[in-house]
């Protein structure tokens, strides 16, 4: 029996539940049916290689033990050009995010390489008419609202849906 081929590893910073459901259920009514595989999430890494499994994990379960919940601001509506987002503040989860990438330094997609516009898509890869109209519908329902990130998160990329790799929950004192 083979083992399945490696895949790029994604890492994400998961929303807490409440938030989660909500806009995983704007992205179920706004994202491409043929093309959506996924719940809402917040990529922080899109391919890591498949080689740096065990040093992401043990880098990620340090990070997620250390850390208590880390703050962040849902701000409004994101526009993607084709597609429509949520867009998001966290100065803790950017210093996470840099401190992830200076450990994987040399390991980085050039994508991987540019600080992230923290942001949950909910549309993506429609006519860009569809998407500003998308935008203004929901920019006067998005509120403002700060919230936690609940926990770091790895997964393989396997083209269509993601694999489930493991979760850390944020569980230490420092704040991020």
């Given at each position: 029996m083979s083992e399945a081929p490696l895949a790029p590893l994604i890492v994400t910073a998961e929303l807490p539940p409440d938030?989660?459901?909500?806009a995983t259920r704007l992205r179920t009514a706004h994202f491409?049916?043929?093309?959506?595989?996924l719940e809402a999430h917040v990529t922080l890494f899109h391919a890591l290689p498949p080689g740096s499994e065990?040093?992401?994990?043990d880098r990620l379960a340090a990070l997620a033990g250390e850390l208590a919940p880390v703050e962040a601001r849902l701000e409004g509506v994101m526009p993607l050009g084709t597609g429509t987002a949520l867009r998001l503040s966290s100065p803790g989860m950017i210093a996470l995010r840099e401190?992830?990438?200076e450990h994987f330094h040399g390991l980085l997609t050039p994508q991987d390489m540019h600080a992230p516009r923290l942001h949950v898509t909910v549309q993506n890869k429609v006519?860009?008419?569809e998407a500003r109209a998308l935008q203004r519908e929901l920019?006067?329902?998005v509120e403002p609202r700060g919230f936690r990130f609940a926990s770091l998160a790895l997964?393989?990329?396997r083209g269509g849906p993601w694999e489930p790799v493991k979760r850390w929950a944020f569980r230490?004192?420092?704040r991020g």
């Open positions: 938030l989660h459901r909500w491409p049916a043929e093309r959506n595989f065990a040093e992401v994990r401190e992830l990438a006519a860009a008419a920019g006067p329902s997964h393989r990329y230490g004192k420092k």
